[in-house]
């Protein structure tokens, strides 16, 4: 260490001795040529001892630095989404677009087969309004079971019908009767998300009512409506595709 301040201290010395225009003229004297040690982790003081080569010389061997692994990827398994409604606003094409989930349902209101020993044959629909289920009759006894919405007590009805007409996302013209008992309702609405028609409509016989989708999925298994069967929309989806016009509906 005592190698090192030396001449350290020499240059202070030398510096506090000289006169103002030989420190001047200093300025322009041509410094030394700066050396560097190799070992950079070595203290600053001691990297600038006169043995140690120019930096412009050859440098040490530059280490090897390990390789880094290849990366690999993993497969991510895609979200699974809720039920989904068709899109209204695209040219008529089955646009898959998630739909949040229906709040309060229950279980027993959700589409499911079960046995079917009734006297109606595959193709009919039948409808309990006691106990809130759309029952579509299949072969081998069985029967495609959903959940409805039926009407309000002073709007219950039974009867046969047969669809008459089917339409994708109707529009909504309320009946005279019904804009008697609510004025404030639009007199017409075209067909989307917010039509209380929904998704799909059947049109039963010549008669004011429905089986038709429903934007409050939370009323199905309820009695809340003036008279029509409601569904849930994707419920509603599936029952459109599956009859066709002059299906044989039955309600009791």
Request: charged share 20%.
């Amino acid at each position: 260490m005592t190698r090192v301040l030396l001449p350290l201290l020499a240059g202070v010395v030398a510096l506090a001795t000289s006169t103002p225009d030989a420190l001047a003229q200093s300025r322009y004297t041509p410094r030394p040529p700066i050396v560097l040690s190799p070992n950079l982790t070595e203290p600053w003081v001691v990297q600038l001892r006169p043995s140690y080569r120019d930096v412009a010389g050859p440098m040490p061997a530059a280490v090897a630095m390990p390789e880094r692994p290849a990366m690999v990827p993993v497969a991510v398994a895609p979200a699974r989404l809720g039920p989904v409604a068709l899109n209204p606003d695209s040219d008529g094409s089955r646009e898959r677009t998630a739909q949040v989930p229906a709040r309060g349902i229950k279980s027993e209101f959700l589409p499911t087969v079960v046995d079917y020993r009734g006297p109606y044959r595959a193709g009919t629909v039948v409808i309990d309004t006691n106990t809130r289920h759309l029952y579509l009759v299949e072969e081998g006894g069985k029967a495609r079971r959903y959940g409805v919405g039926v009407g309000r007590p002073g709007f219950e009805w039974a009867g046969e019908h047969r669809i008459t007409r089917k339409a994708e996302w109707p529009a909504w013209r309320p009946p005279a009767e019904m804009l008697a008992r609510q004025p404030q309702l639009p007199r017409f609405m075209e067909g989307g998300p917010r039509n209380p028609l929904g998704a799909r409509a059947m049109y039963l016989g010549s008669s004011l009512y429905r089986i038709h989708g429903s934007n409050e999925p939370w009323t199905i298994g309820q009695a809340v409506s003036s008279g029509c069967i409601r569904m849930r929309n994707e419920d509603v989806v599936d029952l459109y595709e599956r009859v066709k016009v002059g299906t044989r509906v039955i309600v009791m």
